[in-house]
């Protein structure tokens, strides 16, 4: 049985942001806006002491794709659209173990959100430090979901173009549109429904390695099949000492960290 995870080496990553990045233009995610994120990869950082005596650290997070998901037990999901005998959870695990969420079935309850360890249903102002964040982001009934292509004002009137003006003449929304396939999944999601990370499974379905893991330089991520005992993840878990995010919460998360996260020039 295949049970995928990923690993991020702390002393390999230098906080540069590109994993962020590129899963931004894979998923082709949103601005933040209404307490929420809409960063499928983030960062938790801190900063302690005082100049030039100070410590920084910085580890990255996404959704654990938790084996216990208490999103997955919370979501009520719509039986009566599902029909009589069928799933009808938005929230479901695949046979590879990747917590992927069916946007037919969400009903935009918000209460993945709120039982989620990982997540916060509004965030604050803490989260622009990288004090707090949210693998879960919700968006708004009867909003737009991408709305700065659909805002027709512009930063210097009669010189530059208007988010409306970019997004019709690329003729998608948003412009730099990824137009990937991945059954349940859409590369770009409606109102009134959640969306989080998928560990790119569009992607993985067709034999590549998540965005994040595969740009990033310093090659601090490591995704595969936990239970292969040949797998890489297999063997640096079996090798070094590994920890995961509020593991006290019982939820077996399968995003692993090993190493010290150590700044650098």
Request: glycine fraction near 8%.
């Amino acid at each position: 049985m295949t049970r995928l995870g990923m690993v991020i080496d702390l002393a390999k990553c230098n906080g540069c942001g590109a994993c962020a990045f590129a899963c931004k233009a894979e998923n082709n995610t949103r601005d933040r806006a209404g307490g929420q994120s809409y960063n499928w990869a983030d960062f938790l950082m801190h900063t302690e002491g005082t100049f030039p005596n100070t410590r920084h650290s910085v580890i990255p997070v996404l959704c654990n794709h938790c084996s216990e998901a208490p999103c997955i037990t919370s979501c009520p999901g719509n039986p009566k659209k599902a029909g009589e005998g069928n799933p009808f959870k938005a929230l479901y695990k695949t046979p590879e173990g990747i917590t992927l969420q069916d946007p037919e079935l969400c009903i935009g309850c918000g209460k993945c959100q709120e039982v989620c360890p990982y997540s916060h249903p509004n965030l604050d102002d803490g989260s622009l430090e990288g004090k707090t964040y949210s693998v879960i982001s919700l968006n708004p009934a009867d909003e737009n979901t991408q709305p700065r292509w659909a805002d027709k004002s512009s930063a210097i009137p009669g010189c530059t173009a208007s988010g409306f003006e970019v997004a019709s003449l690329a003729g998608a929304t948003p412009p730099m549109l990824n137009q990937w396939k991945g059954g349940d999944l859409q590369p770009v999601r409606k109102d009134d429904v959640i969306e989080k990370c998928t560990f790119c499974y569009h992607r993985v379905l067709n034999g590549l390695q998540p965005a994040c893991v595969e740009v990033c330089p310093a090659k601090a991520r490591i995704f595969g099949d936990q239970d292969d005992p040949n797998a890489e993840i297999s063997q640096i878990l079996k090798k070094e000492s590994s920890f995961r995010l509020q593991e006290d919460k019982g939820t077996k998360p399968n995003v692993h960290y090993v190493g010290k996260y150590s700044p650098r020039a």
